[in-house]
Each structure stands twice: as C-alpha cells, then as structure tokens.
C-alpha cells in the first residue's frame, strides 16, 4: 500500500475551476466578492508555495539554530494572536506575555516530550519531525489559551460587585474569583474536549486525511493521529491552567484585592 | 469591643484622612456626591491600596491578612454584590441567620432566588449578611438609600442594637435626619478630605 499520487501544477489548475466559477457569479450577480475571493485565493497559493520552499530548504540545511528560529517565530505570531484575541487584556506588556509565555512552556514541553520519547527522530530536533509537530501543538494551545484568557477577563470584570462581595466577607482571592476562573478553564477546555468526541465519527483529521491520501496505511495514520491529538490535549490544558492561574494572580493581590485596574479597556 | 481608628489614611485621590469612633459609637460621613466616601470606606477595609493605618482596637490592619481584617471591619458598600443563586448560600452554614434576617422583615427569604429581589431587599439581605458575621467595626454605604421608612426602622433598630453591644459604625448617608437620628457625631467630607467641624454647629 504505498500509492503516492504526485500532483501536477495543470492539476491544481483546474481545481481552481470551481473557484473561478464563483467569481463569475459574484460578478454577474454583482456580490461585489470577486475581488476578495480572487485576492485571498491568490494569497493562499503564494503563501503556501513560500512555505513549501522554506520548509524544503530548512529540511535540507537541517540545522538546530535556524530550526529554533522558526520555532520562535511561530510562538511570536502565536502570541500575537492571543493577544488580539481577547476582548480585554491585561495592561502593558503582560498582556501578551502571559498568554505567550504559558503557550510557550506547554507547547515546547509537550512537544520535546514527544520528540525524545515517542517519534525520536535523529537527530531529536530535526525540523521535519520538529517544526509541523510545534506548530500542530502551538495552534491549538493558542486557541485555548486565547479563549481562557477573554472569558476570565470579560468574567472578572463583570462580576466585579459579586467578586468584591465575597472578598468584604472575607473570603481569599482564590475563593472569590473561583466560579470566573472554572468557567474560564471550562472554556480553555471545550475546543479539544469537542474535537476529541468528534473525532473520527464527524470529521477525520486533516493531518490523518492527508497521510492517507499520500498512501500510508490508514492504520498507521490513525496512530499518528491519536498521538498528536493526545499531545495536543495535554499541551492545551497545561496551558491553559498557566495562563489562568497566572492572570488571576496578576488581577488580585497579596492584600486579597481585585485589580482591575490592570485590566485595560477593550479598543474601539 | 473595640474602636476602628484612622490615622493618616491616604490613596491616589483622597485624604490624608485621620479620625476615630469610639466602641458602641455611630459616626455618620457626609458629603456630596464625588467627595470621596466611598473611596474612604474602600480604603478602610483595604479594598483599594492605600497608605496610612488603620486599627480596630489593638489589630493593625497591615499587621494581618486581609480576608482577617475584613472580618473585623466589615464594609457593606451602595451595590450589593451576589454569586449564587440562593439567598442562603450567601450566609455561613453555621452560623443561623433566620433571627437576623427576621428582624429586618425578611423572615424566610434564605429560600428566595436572588434574581428575583427587589433592590430593598437586596439591601437589607446585604447588612444581614454582614452583620451575622459579628464584626468589631461595621462600614455602610447608604444602607437604606432603597428602603421605605418602615423597613428603614427596621433596619436602623437592628444597626443600634449591634451598636449597643460594642460595634464601632461608620454610615455614609445622604439623610439629614437619619444622621441626626442615629448618630452624635458627623463628619463633613469634600474634595477627598474630612472638613473642620465648624464653631457653634447649628
């Protein structure tokens, strides 16, 4: 079972058919998409071709400096992310720090885990095991983080009078913002949790999707697919209960306060 | 009982600030709107940071926890805050709040939703909450700005009942009256700073 269809570029051609049909009709139908559609198609085709020459020169360089380099450009673009992600976000540079901090240390703890004792390529790091590995992990932490992050400060800010009420009582800061932060964490935690019950009855992977289309045996897919998914579950919940742990302590003090003014206006 | 003193209690927008009230004594805070008494009431149970020092009788608040301190002086501000559902869950288990909350005409409301309280008997609920905690100086941001006159007797006899018993009481109030009814002494607060008692008050 080792059928490798290698595609044409005519090939790609004439699946844009379809495509190209939509903008006639937006044209005709006068939607005033054709412009949008032909632009972000044409984007897609650029960027992913410039991908495929990056990736292709970093595979044959093979080294560990520009491999980490990459690494950390992805983290950069994946903070960057987070950050505008949230609706409120904490002043200064924490506002992107945390967030791109706590993804950080899930993503690259799960992901040498996984390099050093499961796939163990050699060398360990080598970019074509590495990078499309970080970059699965990073993608979906990135989404966890981010959506833990808005709800527990849309979450605080809201119930602020609630929150203080249980401080007046004397309670802890951790008690006071706890039903905010479990909502938070569950937020964290649905996108993996839903994808995971979905997975192989709603929709097969797009990873395992596309090692079967390059002919491996669907059966060896499948373990690739249930070790990523794995990975990217722990990766995701180890960075979402950093970054939550880590706001609320940045949005409370010593003192059992709420500080919310750390907190910074949403832009608009 | 104890006596909650001021000393020198300052944040970004108001005071320095320093006075005292006395065990069993009720002091009342006046002052138009945007003087600073809610800041300073904040201030007190160290709810916004602030310099300064606060004591109720031999405990500095910066000498203890905050969660501890705020047992001792207890702040009841304008908005009552909720986080559950039931009236009861907001009150400690152990501790039975029916006489308390009897007192104030609320008598069996521990069963009652919270979303379906008027703002008077959120009020109330809110100094019933505070007061079953038993603390040494109480703090309250207009308490009864929402209350009929029946329920503001009531609630007003409950106050000096705990007053009688030793609690030192700060009211913030808007009520001419009800400061000339429940308290000796009034404060003047404006621009963030307790006025002078003038000469030969009227």
Avoid at chain 2, 40 to 46: E, F, H, S, T, Y
Avoid at chain 2, 174 to 193: F, I, P, Y
Wanted: charged content about 20%; proline content about 4%.
């Amino acid at each position: 079972m080792n059928s490798y269809i290698s595609l044409t570029y005519g090939d790609l051609l004439l699946a844009s058919l379809f495509l190209a049909m939509n903008a006639v009709f937006s044209i005709l139908l006068t939607l005033r998409l054709e412009r949008q559609l032909i632009v972000s198609a044409l984007r897609m085709v650029t960027q992913l071709f410039l991908v495929g020459l990056v990736l292709k020169t970093i595979f044959t360089l093979s080294s560990l400096w520009l491999t980490l380099l990459v690494a950390a450009a992805m983290v950069a673009f994946a903070g960057r992310e987070i950050w505008a992600r949230q609706d409120r976000r904490l002043h200064g540079v924490w506002g992107i720090g945390l967030g791109g901090t706590s993804m950080l240390l899930a993503g690259s703890i799960v992901t040498v885990f996984a390099l050093t004792t499961q796939i163990q390529p050699t060398p360990w790091w080598s970019p074509q095991f590495a990078l499309p590995l970080f970059g699965m992990i990073l993608g979906n932490t990135m989404t966890g983080v981010s959506l833990g992050l808005d709800t527990l400060h849309t979450a605080l800010y809201r119930e602020r009078a609630a929150i203080e009420a249980r401080l007046l009582l004397g309670s802890t800061r951790w008690e006071a913002v706890s039903a905010a932060h479990q909502r938070a964490l569950r937020s964290g935690f649905t996108p993996i949790i839903n994808s995971m019950a979905a997975t192989g009855v709603v929709s097969l992977p797009g990873m395992m999707t596309g090692q079967i289309l390059s002919g491996v045996d669907p059966q060896e897919a499948v373990k690739y697919q249930i070790l990523i998914t794995l990975l990217i579950g722990g990766a995701t919940g180890l960075g979402v209960l950093a970054a939550t742990f880590a706001s609320v302590w940045r949005l409370t003090d010593s003192r059992e306060r709420l500080r919310l003014d750390r907190l910074a206006a949403p832009r608009k | 009982m104890a006596a909650l003193r001021i000393k020198r209690l300052a944040t970004k927008l108001i005071g320095p600030i320093s006075f005292d009230v006395a065990a069993g004594e009720c002091v009342a805070l006046m002052g138009p709107s945007g003087a600073g008494k809610s800041l300073l009431l904040r201030a007190i149970v160290d709810l916004d940071p602030s310099t300064g020092n606060v004591m109720v009788g031999v405990n500095a608040r910066d000498d203890m926890p905050a969660s501890e301190w705020r047992k001792l002086a207890a702040l009841v501000p304008a908005e009552s805050g909720w986080w559950a559902d039931r009236v009861g869950d907001h009150f400690p288990a152990k501790l039975d709040a029916t006489e308390l909350i009897g007192k104030l005409g609320l008598g069996g409301s521990l069963e009652w939703e919270v979303g379906r309280l008027s703002t008077g008997e959120r009020q109330r609920l809110a100094l019933a909450r505070a007061l079953c905690r038993k603390p040494e100086a109480l703090l309250l941001d207009e308490p009864t700005a929402s209350l009929d006159d029946h329920a503001t007797g009531l609630a007003e006899d409950l106050i000096r009942e705990c007053c009688a018993e030793g609690m030192a009481l700060l009211l913030v109030t808007h009520d001419r009256r009800q400061a000339e009814r429940m308290a000796k002494r009034v404060l003047q607060m404006s621009n963030g700073k307790i006025d002078q008692p003038p000469e030969n008050a009227p």
